[in-house]
């Protein structure tokens, strides 16, 4: 699996060298992609879609401008959007700089965000970096990689589902982070349905479950670290009122809360039971050898005496008493078999088998 | 047994559809509920009971209007409260989205809240979806199934127990809520007696208590995931002032909220405590184990140098040692006799036995 | 051991009709006790003690009334208190409502409150439920059943110890508590004499501990949810300031407050302990094991090469290259006496004995 | 090792009965200490050391007095002090009551405070009721038994080193507190050189150091427990205003609050390691186990089908087929060697040796 | 590895001496570092680098002095610095006392901290004390070996890189924070590759991890330990406005804040995935010795019954039937193939091989 490790934090050479420029650095792994931007332009009455190749205004007032760009390695282009919008340096740089975690800042005269957006693509989890930039009537994402996520807003402004486009740009920016934590419930259902896998492994007492397990409690922790500072962004803005933001927000944004909420305790609970599986599967293997050793233990308790006794008349002594009658074999017989149920009795009583 | 797993958020697919298209979809499985809607009306002096189709006014001052509402499925009714009573779009959304846990919502000119209830029938725990709606003197209960968590209050209205007829719609909003919590009484008693049989269990040495275990520990981790957000939500109700709750309410509320605690404390108590039966379950196979060992130890040692000396004795050397003496054999018996006696000895000073 | 749990809600059936019906119902076990009012009026310079049935006015201002109750199931005469000093219901329920852990409730006009005592009596932990009302000079105390609690203080007022008869019913308040409180250092001492107890046993590596540590620790855990409630209370008091309560009484609530968040910090640390002494068990039963493998294995790796080589020798092949030399069996001796010294040299180095 | 208990509250019985009396009893065990008051007046010219007998005024304004005694059992000495500081009857209970825990209190008129000292002396952990009490110009210290702790303030004082004479008697307060706090850094030296001897033992797989490291995880939870009230004490000091303290002292607290914060991080650390040490210890144990299983299984493996092979030509059948062949023999030897070697590949490629 | 020990206070005896005398005594190892002062003046337009010996004004307005002094043991020299920016005894102790852990105090007049670096040399962790005092346009830093850390922050402004050239001294000071904050990406770059590594051994069931297991958990708490007063005084420095530092310095203050939370957020990932792994070793464990038990036993359950049979027929008895029959071997053969192949089976349906 190719597992992204958000703990790693690679790119300290690139970003000590863009410390002391000071320039913007690209430090991802997807220096290939086509740049392209897509411009959709929409109000109550009209939307339109086009593809552009810069970020220039005017921006008109009654038309909401969102502009979606993929590819960030042309720092070039960065550059200049972060002068058509008077955007702070120190944010430029985490545009492009992959190992940046969610936030959200508020910069008095724009809205700047990023995301980690963890999301399955043929069983394989995909992390990606996204950027949001909300400045009045104008909204700016970009995104690493060309994906889907966007595609549900995009419907519904093109074909005018819900209220999306009666309402405002802050809306927009809300349908927008809300379609990036929609792709963890997905990642839920992984966990979900996994976790269910090895929990029937261990309750069917397969060892085999062992590696699988762990990889599953490194996933939760990963999980875990990157929904964290996703939900105390959204909580912050919740909470400080962000000038771009109508007051009749509130109720999305605490609905998105929830969500984010149920999600984090859903991991958590989640880890906290891949500990109980582990113990129980500690059980098993004890279980299993106490087993094991029983069995062992009668079939040497019963066995080592006979051989004992078959030994002792072995012996090449000249006088052994009892060696030329020749009932003695049977009382032979006859011994072992009261010494063997004398000791499969003890063991019954023990509750051995 | 049919456990329901409160952190499984299943529903995504439909939710991003809704998301999209903004309609109000049942999420839930019981489609096929007959959905009916009773309407107990009254006051101090009188007390009507009605079924009725739809929900609409005008509402007379001196009264108080309670209408329950049995199935979620119908969601053209659904939407035709909202525009009766004035409920945003996301609380609709919430009524019938079965995944969405506990939450209270003062949206100024309403009170709007989710319960997620748990109740035992037959020994299966049943999980119900529950809207209230609270607006003036109507008080509008939305559930999945028909269910008798509400009868105490139905008949405490009819007979005129308690105070309920005396007091506003306030008091009614409280003891709906005290009902659906007090279900929660009864899932505790069952807890309780399931870890007493298991703790016996393990007291005794048994060892088939070990999936029981696992089971349980599950059971209370999702029943504190599934309390808490209650927790949360009354006591929000008790901080924030809401302006349809009289101030006379807060003892109630109070009140509420010391049996939530005492239940949350005691689902917490007994999760530790099953970490307790987990531990000494492992101390018993250890010993167990030990035990077993310490016996096939005993035999081996015994018998094995014994059946060493027989094996000397039965080599076919021509010349071995005393081998033509009368004697010899009684000698050899009694060496056995003092090899056993030391080995035992040993062990016994060891206390092994 | 006669274990209280107080994790265990048992009377919800009699709670729920409770809460139907609104009548005050006592839920505990000690129907039969004799109900009994004694009432100690004081002031500086006098004190009487009296035999009552009723609790009623006038109350003179230069007096301190203390009634102290003993036997809830009496649910009238609960009642007429409760109209005497105009007593919220709610309060009233919890007065007979035994499962109700712990609280101070400031209703404006008196202060209520409910203690969970817990004292040992012949080795038994017995549970009974206090509850105090506090109104300008008159604090009624209700006990379940007769216990001498509360002769220390009844002896201070009686033989004017200390200052309590030249201050106010706060300060009769403060010693009413601070008595309560007292028997947990009792169950302290119980605690900590069974923690040495058991320590003893497991550095001894007596494995018979092991169901005792187990009681230890649900005891510890008992303890811990039922302080901790009061401790909360008495929190309350003291930040909060109820009006009954002169500001010099706050030196006196603050010594409390150390003496229970010292009981607190004690079973906190206990609970600790068992864990680690748990641990030093485990480690126990694992060296002991150890220790019986390594016997084992010495016995069967010196004695099995051996009993080989006799058996090789005691095969009746024809020819067998020595079996007929005189010194054949003497170079065996050597043979097996070399094989055993490597083997027991072997170990030596591995340290096994 | 003499070790404290600071969770034991033996004194129970004492307590209770000064609770009824109101008087005050020394609860500690040093009742044959001589007592004794060393008087140290001192201003920025002269300084003056003195014997005395009683603590009684009347005080010069620009001077600073220091009080300090030695031995707590003269209640009627406490008595006196009590009078003449006009100290609070509570606060004279806790300078003689030595299960009472560290804590600070402010009572507007003097700052009272009491300290739990821990040092070393001869290797055992000695424990020591300290209580300070701080009225304008004015300190009183109250210890159980002579000690050097307080040498270096007294000697500062004396040579007139750094600013301790130039300053007030705030500046006083502060030094004999800092001394106190002194003590535990050579507690921690001892932890440290403890807890790397234990650990070089389990690194060494030494299975001796089991009960040496439950000592170590006991002292580290008693000491956790001990300096946690101090440091809150400590902390009250710094945030809230004490009108006996000068604004300029706010560094040197703080300063203080840095050494305590270290102190509890070490502790808490240690303790945590401990832990990692346990468990690296119980690998130790199954490591050894496993390793004992394999050379116990390498031997029966290797020599219990050899040795049936030797019985079964030792068995006395009249036709046992090869018998009588002279070649026999070494084609027994042979098939020894071959099924030998063959198991001991097989557990070569186990990689079990 | 040379291990710094950062719970080690080892310099009590010193600091004891210290805070009697009130001296300023250096107590780190590094006594005999050569001492050298660089000063760095700059402005906009132009930068001067020099070698100097005392640190003394004038100071102009429009430049930016950073005095960077190497090697800490020159106490004259110290004092001296303290006299010329009149920084606090208390401070002065705090930059030669090297068991200080960071911290940042505010001094209305100027601001002091402490900064514990850690950096890899040579795969050793090298810990360095560093003192910065910012006084209006004037920057001290004080270490107390050279070092390359602060290398990219003389070279931006050497080169003119970035902005540091335009802006204040607060900026600078910024940047020195930065550079040192950055090793720490260095040392989680390293405890990842090393934790990678474990993790490859205990996944191919390598035992021999298990020391370096450890020592991976003891340095994580180290480092979480070292990190955290770090980061609590940077997060003191973004809350309470330092009258040095100009408002524009905000975004890039929380940026740093961010770094930090990074890398706490994965120190504490690892650390809890060490736990993780130290499961799945123990489980390893287990698993092994399960399976060494079940080859043991299959081994004896075969051959112990088998040689018994050989050693009946192997009896000396004058009589047993079947002896002389020729067919007796081949029964014999016979007898053992079906019991072997009869055992096999059973533990084929055990699923032991």
Redesign the interface.
């Known amino acids: 699996m190719n597992l992204y490790?958000p703990?790693?934090?690679?790119h300290?050479k690139k970003?000590?060298l863009r410390?002391?420029?000071?320039d913007i650095i690209y430090t991802g792994q997807f220096t290939d992609v086509q740049i392209s931007i897509e411009l959709i332009t929409y109000n109550k009455k009209e939307v339109s879609f086009h593809k552009t190749n810069s970020i220039e205004g005017p921006f008109e007032n009654d038309k909401i401008y969102w502009f979606n760009v993929i590819g960030l390695h042309d720092t070039e282009l960065i550059g200049k959007i972060g002068e058509t919008f008077n955007i702070?340096?120190?944010?430029l740089e985490?545009v492009v700089h992959v190992?940046?975690?969610s936030?959200i800042?508020d910069?008095e005269s724009y809205l700047f965000s990023i995301f980690k957006m963890i999301y399955l693509r043929d069983k394989d989890m995909i992390h990606e970096h996204v950027a949001m930039i909300h400045k009045e009537n104008v909204i700016v994402t970009l995104q690493e990689v060309p994906g889907d996520t966007f595609d549900?807003?995009r419907?519904?402004i093109q074909k005018q589902?819900?209220?999306i486009r009666s309402m405002g740009s802050d809306y927009l920016y809300y349908s927008l982070i809300?379609?990036l934590t929609?792709e963890y419930?997905?990642i839920?259902?992984g966990i979900?349905s996994n976790f269910r896998d090895i929990e029937m492994k261990i309750?069917d007492n397969n060892?085999e479950s062992?590696?699988q397990l762990?990889h599953l409690?490194?996933e939760l922790?990963?999980l875990i670290?990157a929904v964290?500072?996703i939900k105390d962004s959204i909580s912050k803005l919740t909470k400080h009122n962000y000038h771009f933001m109508n007051h009749e927000m509130t109720?999305?944004y605490?609905?998105l809360m929830?969500h984010l909420?149920?999600?984090m305790?859903?991991l958590k609970?989640?880890k906290?039971?891949t500990n109980?599986?582990?113990?129980?599967?500690?059980?098993?293997?004890?279980?299993?050898?106490?087993k094991?050793?029983?069995?062992?233990?009668v079939?040497?308790?019963i066995?080592?005496?006979?051989?004992?006794l078959?030994?002792?008349?072995?012996?090449?002594?000249?006088?052994?008493?009892g060696?030329?009658?020749?009932s003695?074999?049977y009382m032979?017989i006859l011994s072992c078999v009261v010494i063997a149920s004398g000791m499969l009795t003890f063991f019954k009583i023990k509750k051995?088998y």
């Open positions: 490790d703990f790693n934090i690679l300290s970003q000590l410390q002391v420029s000071g702070h340096h120190i944010d985490d190992s940046q975690w936030k800042e910069r549900g807003v419907e519904s589902l819900g209220k809300d379609a929609n419930f997905d839920i259902n979900s309750l060892l062992k590696e762990y409690r490194k922790l990963y670290n964290s500072p109720p999305y605490n609905g929830d909420n149920q999600i305790d859903s609970a989640y906290e039971m109980s599986l582990h113990e129980m599967q500690m059980s098993n293997v004890s279980n299993d050898m106490n094991t050793m029983m069995i062992l233990t079939f040497s308790a066995f080592i005496p006979l051989s004992f078959a030994g002792v008349f072995g012996m090449n002594f000249t006088y052994i008493p060696l030329n009658l020749k003695s074999f032979f051995w």
